[in-house]
C-alpha cells in the first residue's frame, strides 16, 4: 500500500514541553558523547539530537492519541556514553526506528548508511519537522529490510540511502501492525 497522491500524513504540533524535554535530550547526548571521546557517525550535533527527539516525542504522542499500548522506550535513556544499536521503539514486540529530517521540499528522506550497517530495525518511520509550521508531518513507514535495497547517496554530509517518499507505506497501515485501529 504506497502512499497515493491524496494521502494527508498525520501531523503532531509541537508543544512547550516536548521542545523542553527534547532540549534536555539532546544536551545530555551531546555531553555524553564529549566526555565518551565519541565521535559522530551522522549528525551528532546538537541540532541533529534535537531534531530526532522531536520526532521521537511525535511518533510517541501519536501512538498514544491512537490507543498503542506496550511501548518501550529505548530511545530515552539515563546514560548515553555506551554507544546502543537498540532501535528508538519496540511496541508489541516490533523494533521501530524513527527519522526525523527537515525535507526542505525534497521527495525523500536519508537513512545514514554507518548506522543501517551495524543493525536494521524491523521498521523504520520517517518524520518531516516543518519548524515554521511548528509540526512534525508522520509521512510514513518502511520495513528495515527494504533500506539496503535504496539507492545510495554519497553526495551528503554522511553518506545515506534515500528513501523516496513514494516507497513508504501509511501510517495507518503501521497502526494495524501494531495492534491499534487506524
Not at 551531546?30 to 541533529?48: I, L, N, T, W
Not at 528522506?109 to 518511520?125: A, E, R, T
Not at 508522520?138 to 553518506?159: A, T
Request: hydrophobic residues 35%; aromatic residues 12%; contains cysteine.
Amino acid at each position: 500500500m504506497k502512499l497515493s497522491v491524496k494521502y494527508h500524513p498525520p501531523e503532531i504540533i509541537i508543544t512547550e514541553n516536548m521542545r523542553k524535554r527534547a532540549d534536555r535530550e539532546a544536551k545530555k547526548i551531546v555531553k555524553a558523547c564529549k566526555e565518551a571521546g565519541m565521535k559522530p557517525r551522522f549528525g551528532g550535533d546538537y541540532r541533529s539530537h534535537y531534531i530526532g527527539k522531536l520526532g521521537e516525542q511525535a511518533f510517541l504522542l501519536f501512538l498514544k492519541n491512537k490507543g498503542i499500548k506496550n511501548v518501550e522506550i529505548p530511545a530515552i535513556r539515563s546514560d548515553y556514553r555506551i554507544l546502543d544499536h537498540r532501535p528508538d521503539f519496540i511496541v508489541n514486540g516490533r523494533e521501530i526506528e524513527v527519522k526525523t529530517q527537515i525535507k526542505s521540499g525534497k521527495s525523500y528522506f536519508l537513512y545514514p548508511i554507518s548506522q543501517f550497517q551495524k543493525y536494521y530495525p524491523d521498521l523504520v518511520v520517517f518524520i518531516d519537522y516543518r519548524v515554521r509550521e511548528n509540526k512534525c508531518v508522520l509521512y510514513g513507514y518502511i520495513q528495515g529490510w527494504r533500506i539496503e535495497f535504496m539507492k545510495k547517496d554519497y553526495s551528503v554530509r554522511y553518506p545515506a540511502y534515500r528513501i523516496p517518499e513514494s516507497e513508504l507505506s501509511k501510517m495507518e497501515k503501521l497502526l494495524l501492525l501494531l495492534g491499534g485501529v487506524a
